[in-house]
């Protein structure tokens, strides 16, 4: 029989995944429905299409940057869960995403008013998982690229969903917009460019992040952190290099995209909650620049949350305190706003 080859810019391979999540080690699963749009009925069309999210997960980040930048806003629709998942006493079951946008947030005391019902299906479900279980599937992840249409999902894996919604963008908006970026250009060594970097980003950063930060061996601890921070080296160096504002050069492409979220979340989250302690991004003068950079970007500040960051990452750790900083060099999400902040001093020595 033939071995799948496992594209590892988009998931992780899962030879001996039992024995390796027995020895500690965190694994990512593989997402299960892997349509295309313009195949198997599901042609590209405005209206049609709804994004099931969570705020505080980065692979949910990838796909609501897309639909921000590419300026799909009023052409797919969008619920957000609460982003801390099911208690103990839930009827159901605990650690599932609902939506409850009557939930308080521990963090601030309040509502999170980003938070929505179940607007797509028509069903008003309470659980990402009963959308699953409508296809007689027993995944319960997100994001989830939905078909108002046919009441089906389309697909649950964000690599391929940015792609896509990249790919057919015209078509899926109600005007014509000349000035949208293409985060996949056509040409062929941007493209050679852009898969190589993926690669590294998503099994160094994207992934890495969580292999230091949820595995409970202190061995691939160590190895995932020293990979992290090398990596993160070798793209300041890159950056560096010749002053060059986005990763492939001066366009923002996919692979800034993919890059984003693990970076948003780093000072302010990951730092603590990942063990990913060495240093901040804003230690690092080049990638803090092209953060504020992308930061500042149409759309990008919107397509996500910081509260719900640290509400569905904190809420999950053992004590389900939540830190209410980091206040220096200023509050977060406040700091993006300042790529000076590097001339000024804020750098440790």
Known sequence: MTKKTVNTSVEEHQNDVTARRAKGE???????????????GFEPEPGRYHLFVAFNCPW????????????????ISLNVVFPSRTNDD???????????????????????????????????YRLIKEIYAAEGASEGSVPVLYDKKTKRIVNNESAEIIRMLNEHATALKSTIDVDRPDLYPKEAAVRKDIDALNTIIYTAINNGAYKAGFSTDQ?????????YFDTLAKLESRLAS?????LTGGK??????????????????????????????????????????VYAMWGVAQSNSLDHCKQG??????????????RYPMSYP????HPELIEQGFVDD
């Open 26 to 40: 965190f694994v990512r699963g593989v997402s299960g429905f892997r349509n295309a749009l313009a195949e198997t």
């Open 60 to 75: 949910c980040h990838r796909v609501t940057l897309a639909r921000n930048i590419l300026g799909l806003q009023d052409s």
């Open 90 to 124: 839930d009827p159901v079951a605990p650690n599932l995403w609902e939506f409850n946008p009557s939930r308080i947030a521990s963090l601030t005391g309040m509502r999170l008013v980003e938070c929505t019902l179940d607007t797509a299906t028509g069903k008003e």
């Open 219 to 227: 061995a691939i601890y160590a190895q995932a952190f020293e990979i």
């Open 242 to 246: 010749d002053g060059r504002p986005f």
């Open 252 to 293: 923002f492409t996919e692979a800034d995209l993919r890059l984003f979220p693990t970076l948003y979340r780093h000072d302010p989250v990951y730092y603590v909650r990942m063990k990913l302690n060495a240093a901040r991004i804003v230690n690092y003068p080049y990638l803090w620049r092209w953060l504020c950079r």
């Open 313 to 326: 990452y904190f809420g999950r750790s053992w004590n389900n305190v939540i830190p209410i900083g980091p």
């Open 334 to 337: 406040e700091a993006y706003k």
